[in-house]
């Protein structure tokens, strides 16, 4: 199984950015798909962006394309979400998670393994 910890997650300005990151347990880490996925209070968990096994496919939430970088490290077994532009709308926790398959799905319930996720804070 894969463990998953995420950190990075903080308070900034609205325009500012955080680099969030996401470490994984496990000797097979690029066989796994990954997906950032956020949580906004009273909300649902929505998708936020996704990236293949070898990192060469990426995905995003139109709320988020052109802001947000997905990327991973597969020496490292982390996967990262670079997030500029911020806006007062992407307060959330973010969480980090693994499916097992290299293709990015857009659905939680695609995923497989999930870290226990970092706050975002974003400020006007």
């Known amino acids: 199984q894969v463990q998953l910890v995420e950190s990075g997650g903080g308070l900034v300005q609205a325009g500012g950015s955080l680099r969030l990151s996401c470490a994984a347990s496990?000797?097979?880490?690029?066989?796994?798909?990954m997906g950032w996925f956020r949580q906004a209070p009273g909300k649902e968990r929505e998708f936020v962006a996704g990236?293949?096994?070898?990192?060469?496919?990426?995905y995003y939430a139109p709320s988020v394309k052109g802001r947000f970088t997905i990327s991973r490290d597969n020496a490292k077994n982390t996967v990262y979400l670079q997030m500029n532009s911020l806006k007062p709308e992407d307060l959330a926790v973010y969480y980090c998670?693994?499916?097992?398959?290299?293709?990015?799905?857009?659905?939680?319930?695609?995923?497989?393994?999930w870290g226990q996720g970092t706050q975002v804070t974003v400020s006007s």
């Open positions: 496990g000797r097979t880490f690029a066989s796994y798909a």
């Open positions: 998670a693994a499916r097992k398959g290299v293709v990015i799905a857009t659905t939680h319930s695609n995923y497989d393994y």
């Open positions: 990236i293949s096994g070898s990192g060469g496919g990426t």
